[in-house]
């Protein structure tokens, strides 16, 4: 802003936008290095520590789900299953429920048409 000549303020801003670019290039080769960047051995000793346990939860995750799969077979009304998804706090128990849910629709909407389909014969 200081100097009057046109051609100067062009190149001056010419040239700050050129360092900006730079700084973000930096910056995001900065990120890249960070996010790819090989894990430390200490850090792979904790997970073997950690490994039996971290398996046996999972194990057990595991089996929860699948009683929980078995009970919401059971289930037949999507107001149920609207309830229990909105008490269930784990995003995997939410993914089963959603996809009874839709199921149960499906087979409603399958029986609809079918018997739409048997009315119009008669």
Do not use: M
């Not at 229990?84 to 199921?103: N, P, S, T």
Request: charged share 45%; hydrophobic share 35%.
């Amino acid at each position: 802003e200081a100097t009057l000549d046109l051609a100067e303020r062009r190149r001056i801003r010419s040239a700050i936008r050129e360092l900006q670019r730079q700084e973000l290039e930096r910056d995001e080769e900065a990120l890249a290095s960070k996010r790819f960047r090989p894990e430390r051995g200490s850090h792979r000793q904790d997970d073997k520590e950690n490994w039996p346990r971290s398996r046996r939860l999972e194990e057990e995750q595991q089996a929860a789900l699948a009683a929980l799969s078995r009970q919401l077979e059971a289930i037949t009304d999507v107001e149920e299953l609207t309830k229990l998804l909105r008490a269930a706090g784990e995003y995997e128990e939410r993914k089963l429920i959603r996809a009874a849910i839709r199921k149960l629709r499906a087979e409603e909407i399958e029986a609809a048409t079918l018997a739409g389909n048997a009315q119009s014969r008669r």
